[in-house]
């Protein structure tokens, strides 16, 4: 099974500054053939379901903020929040879909500090 | 607008059976592979299964923990999707989350809770 590791585990922000929180994944989640990387970020508020943020590592799902950017490739990943909302209080979850079973990071909680 | 919508949690004995209903609707639900994604209380989220579309062959792929103990299936003439959990430890409690997509996950419904406790 492929391991997603998340870093930090939390993290306190201040309002309007840059968020940044990493993935890396025990083996390579990139396909040779098509050159995409299968990683998905999601985002979780309390007591709502998950939200598919950003698939294939960098593509915003229709509807995302554009405050809202994922980058890396092969083992490694980065979810930036630029510019910190309020609303972006969450926990946040990287995913790989390269192979089953598809894995889960362990989450990021963000706070505003 | 896409909905998912979840029943048939609840509180079950160990080694008890149980199963969940998802009611899809705004989207072809007969096209769509399906999957199930569990989130035990407090903690991160699990993969439990997929189905894929008939048309796609119709098949099931399970997590580990889960293999031979739930069955994941579909009636497309409902646009329902379903998880029958058999044989249920006091691990499996979890909320329990029907998604969309077989391997990255769109849409979700809001989750239903099953409590296996004695």
């Known amino acids: 099974d492929i391991v997603m590791t998340q870093s930090p585990d939390s993290l306190a922000v201040s309002l309007g500054a840059r968020a940044t929180i990493n993935c890396k994944s025990s083996q390579s989640v990139l396909y040779s053939s098509n050159n995409k990387n299968y990683l998905a970020w999601y985002q979780q508020k309390p007591g709502q379901p998950p939200k598919l943020l950003i698939y294939w590592a960098s593509t915003r799902e229709s509807g995302v903020p554009d405050r809202f950017s994922g980058s890396g490739s092969g083992t490694d990943f980065t979810l930036t929040i630029s510019t910190l909302q309020a609303e972006d209080v969450a926990v946040y979850y990287c995913?790989?879909?390269?192979?089953?079973?598809?894995?889960f990071g362990q989450g990021t909680k963000l706070e505003i500090k | 607008e896409v909905q998912l919508v979840e029943s048939g949690g609840g509180l079950v004995k160990p080694g008890g059976s149980l199963r969940l209903s998802c009611a899809a609707s705004?989207?072809?639900?007969?096209?769509?592979?399906m999957s199930w994604v569990r989130q035990a209380p407090g903690k991160g989220l699990e993969w439990v299964g997929r189905i894929k579309s008939k048309t796609d062959g119709g098949t099931t792929d399970y997590a580990a923990p889960v293999k031979g103990g739930f069955t994941i299936s579909r009636d497309d003439s409902k646009n329902t999707l379903y998880l029958q959990m058999n044989s249920l430890k006091t691990e499996d409690t979890a909320v329990y989350y029907c998604t969309t997509g077989g391997s990255n996950f769109a849409y979700w419904g809001q989750g239903t809770l099953v409590t296996v406790s004695s």
């Open positions: 705004g989207f072809t639900f007969s096209n769509a592979w």
């Open positions: 995913q790989q879909y390269y192979s089953s079973p598809y894995t």
